[in-house]
Structure formats: C-alpha cells, structure tokens
C-alpha cells in the first residue's frame, strides 16, 4: 500500500491514493477544484520509502477540494475565582474535506492513483467516512 506524507496547515499527514481527508482550509478555492501539495516530507510503499531532508524535491501530491466548512462549536469558557468575572466565547474552526486523487514520485511519474468510481459511489463513501472520523 503506497502512501505520503505532507505538510500543509502546519501540521503532517500520512496520506493515501483515494484517502479523504480533513485539513485546515485552504483559501479561495471552490468545491472540486485540483490541490497540488508540494511539500512532501516521504513517500513509499510496503518494500520501500523516500525520505526527504527536509522535503523530497520534484515530488507532489494531488488532490481535489470536496467542500469547505466550519467544525461545530467548542465553548471556551474563562474565569477568574472570587473575582466576579467570566468570559464566554464560542469558536468554530474553518476546515476543507480533500480528496486524493494521484501520488508522484520524484522523477515527474505516477507513483499511486485513486480508483475512478461513479459520482453516485463517491457520494455514499463520503458520507460513511465523514462519519467514521466523527
């Protein structure tokens, strides 16, 4: 099973061909649009891996935006004791669902692709992943 890892949003994902993924958002893109990550910190598979120092040059990832939205809503409550003063304030984290769709090795050629499926198919997987996350 081939995978990569990239960076994006400041944090690390060991991602794989066909994999949906929830990210930090990526800015002015509309739903199904294409994503190149380039920051690819290693790639590989069961038999062998490439590892960067600290990036693998020519390597990238492509993807393609599902939707972007915001996470529900965590309460961030302050107080301070015996003082009479409380803070209360809400906050809702922007996100983008990716899908990926192709991983490329250093030298430009495909290292692992995504399955092509029906849209119908794609809808119902969404779904039952989005909900495995939760």
Do not use: C, W
């Amino acid at each position: 099973m081939s995978f990569a890892i990239i960076q994006t949003g400041g944090k690390q994902y060991k991602v794989k061909a066909s994999e949906i993924l929830k990210i930090e958002q990526l800015e002015n893109l509309k739903p199904e649009s294409k994503i190149e990550f380039k920051e690819i910190l290693a790639y590989g598979d069961d038999k062998n891996i490439e590892v960067g120092s600290p990036l693998v040059k020519g390597a990238k990832v492509e993807a393609e935006l599902l939707k972007n939205g915001k996470n529900r809503t965590i309460l961030v409550f302050k107080k301070r004791r015996r003082k009479n003063s409380r803070r209360k304030n809400g906050h809702r984290q922007l996100f983008s669902l990716v899908k990926i769709k192709k991983i490329f090795s250093k030298d430009g050629s495909i290292f692992s692709e995504a399955k092509k499926v029906e849209k119908s198919e794609t809808k119902k997987v969404e779904k039952k992943e989005i909900k495995a996350k939760k």
